[in-house]
């Protein structure tokens, strides 16, 4: 599931930027791949994946089996950078820039229907690291840092796998005789 929230965002810059072509790759950006950077591409990166810690504790629900832990909500964070000539580099970011506030939120008919069936939603935020957040990026991917756009994309619901032979609990009784 997690791929194909990456596809989507991917897909969302082609379709809002039809003129440039398919010009946004997927790619780790990680110097330990060994897999060089493309040329005059822009490079979505997917460099974390966390739980939505406000989403975190919600209390257990009906399933098939019986009661179940609510489905997991994250938060991807993304890493968008541009290879190529730093001046062309500010132009292609600001168009992903304008794609991602122009659509904020994808909802199940924007998304692949196999992702629609598990997520209600994918929403997109700008994120503002401060230069030392930037720089422990740049360097645990082991490269020099570049000029990029950071964003954090929440995810709901990923579903709880459900197992046969969970009961339920269908009474709950305590019985207490006083001494003789």
Do not use: C
């Amino acid at each position: 599931m997690i791929r194909e929230v990456s596809e989507a965002l991917q897909d969302l810059v082609h379709q809002t930027t039809p003129d440039l072509g398919a010009w946004v790759v997927l790619h780790s950006l990680s110097q330990a791949d060994k897999v060089p950077l493309p040329e005059n591409k822009a490079i979505l990166a997917l460099v974390a994946v966390a739980e939505h810690p406000h989403l975190r504790n919600r209390p257990l629900e009906d399933g098939i089996t019986g009661l179940v832990r609510p489905p997991m909500s994250l938060q991807l964070e993304y890493l968008v950078t541009y290879v190529g000539d730093h001046d062309e580099a500010q132009a292609r970011l600001g168009r992903i820039a304008q794609a991602f506030h122009t659509t904020p939120i994808l909802r199940a008919p924007a998304l692949d229907p196999v992702l629609a069936e598990e997520v209600g939603s994918v929403v997109i935020r700008l994120l503002a690291p401060s230069s030392e957040e930037r720089n422990q990026v740049w360097g645990s991917l082991g490269r020099a840092g570049r000029l990029a756009l950071f964003y954090e994309v929440d995810v709901a619901p990923v579903p709880v796998l459900e197992r046969e032979g969970a009961g339920r609990v269908r009474e709950h009784r305590i019985e207490f005789t006083g001494a003789p």
